[in-house]
Every structure is written in structure tokens, then in C-alpha cells.
């Protein structure tokens, strides 16, 4: 499957959050095949090694539960030392447990809020700086099309996951006088190996194609493309918006 080549995108620093698996590590490849220099953080120690493996060390990266914010400052920190000042961020970790709303403790909910959108923000302010001080920068959020579709089973995700674009939209402005761009990618059901491993039964998988415009499934790497364009000066006047990637499922 080709991917456009974006030269701009060529030794630009770019910082990946849950970049191990799924869609973030999809989205790590599509960075280092543009020749970008990247950077990821990532809980997973085995996965964050065969991604680098994988790359032939094209890739970088520091272990960091993202639920610790300083974990994450000082994980941004030491990347920032051998990649250089991010001028790319991608917010992608998340973890979408299925829940039943009868049994949420307020404990599950704040450490659900913890795994799914407050790193975002301090993710942001950690790298806006680098950002403002190039007068430039593409941030770009992975929200989900779950809330949209009004999907049950995970109140505590589909509530973060919904939250993203009020952030994306309150940063884009706060940001925007320093020429700093704030997206949000949203991934419809995307065919990543958890998803298949979990949840991808074949009644499932027929049921949601029937909400889907397009009767494909979707792959990783179409997010990682959008994620790509939104990255690169061909989205030079793109801000505050939401990109679809979801076969126009309702």
C-alpha cells in the first residue's frame, strides 16, 4: 500500500504517545519511513524493543506510564535530549476495557480518565514550548468515533474519548497566535491486533460493516495517513477541526 511522500516531514521531530502497538506504532513507521526523526513513549517494554528492532533503530524511545505525569515530563525530557525540540505530537495512547456502568468505582473512573485523555493535555504542555519557540508546530489529538455512534459498554473511555475535542478545540486557540496547529484524528473500529484478539468476532465485525458507508474494514494505516497529511505544510491552514477515519460509520 503506497503512502504519499511528504518532503517537509524529512528530519522533522516528532513525538508519539503509545507508540509500541496498534495504531500508534503504525503511526511510528509511517513517521521513520518519511525520514523523520522520531521519539515514542510507551509503557510496554518487549513491544517498544521490536518496534525499534523493526525500524533498525530509525526509532526512539522511553518507557513511561503516561497516568504519571511526571513520569512523562521526565520521560519528554530525556527524548528531547537526543531527538531535539519536538516540532510534531502526536496524543495517541489509549486503552478502550470494556466496562458495565453498574460496577464503575469513582477509583476506576479517575484511573480510566488517567489511561485516556489527562495525559493529552500535560503532554501538550510539555512540548508547546519547543513548539513556540520554533513559532511553529502540528499537534495532533486521536479521539474515537464511539461517543459519536452512541456505542455502549465503555462509559469511562467513550466519556475521555469525547472530551478530546474540547481540548483540541480550547489549545488550537490558546496556541494558534504562535502558529501551532491542534487536530483531531478520529479512528472509526480500526482493525488493529487487539481489536481482532478481543472483540473482532464475525457477527460483530457484520454488524458494524452495516453502519459503515464504505464496506471495508479499516486498517491502521489510514489513520497513520491522516495523522501524516495533518503533520506535514499540506495542512498548513487546518486547525481546531475533527478528520474522520471511520468508512462513514454512524
Request: glycine share 8%; hydrophobic share 40%.
Amino acid at each position: 500500500m503506497s503512502i504519499a511522500n511528504y518532503p517537509c516531514l524529512k528530519d522533522k521531530n516528532v513525538l508519539i504517545t503509545g507508540g509500541a502497538s496498534g495504531i500508534g506504532a503504525e503511526i511510528v513507521r509511517s513517521f521513520a519511513a518519511q525520514g523523520a526523526k522520531v521519539g515514542f513513549l510507551d509503557v510496554n517494554k518487549q513491544a517498544s524493543e521490536q518496534l525499534k528492532d523493526a525500524t533498525e533503530g530509525l526509532v526512539d524511545y522511553e518507557l513511561c506510564d503516561l497516568r504519571d505525569i511526571g513520569a512523562l515530563r521526565d520521560a519528554v525530557s530525556v527524548l528531547r535530549e537526543r531527538v531535539g525540540p519536538f516540532q510534531v505530537l502526536v496524543n495517541n495512547a489509549a486503552h478502550d476495557d470494556r466496562h458495565d456502568w453498574k460496577t464503575v468505582t469513582p477509583e476506576y473512573w479517575d484511573e480510566r480518565m488517567a489511561t485516556n485523555m489527562r495525559h493529552m493535555f500535560f503532554a501538550i504542555q510539555a512540548i508547546a514550548p519547543d513548539m513556540i519557540s520554533l513559532k511553529s508546530g502540528s499537534i495532533i489529538n486521536i479521539g474515537s468515533n464511539s461517543w459519536w455512534e452512541a456505542g455502549g459498554g465503555f462509559p469511562a473511555y467513550a466519556t475521555a474519548k469525547s472530551s478530546v475535542h474540547g481540548l483540541t478545540r480550547t489549545m488550537a486557540r490558546d496556541l494558534g497566535d504562535h502558529r501551532i496547529r491542534v487536530n483531531t484524528v478520529v479512528p472509526g473500529w480500526i482493525m488493529t491486533e487487539r481489536q481482532k484478539e478481543k472483540w473482532a468476532t464475525p457477527e460483530a465485525l457484520e454488524k458494524h460493516r452495516e453502519r459503515q458507508c464504505l464496506p471495508d474494514l479499516i486498517d491502521p494505516i489510514y489513520v497513520a495517513r491522516m495523522v501524516l497529511f495533518l503533520a506535514s505544510e499540506q495542512s498548513a491552514m487546518c486547525t481546531a477541526s475533527n478528520f474522520m477515519v471511520d468508512a462513514g460509520s454512524i
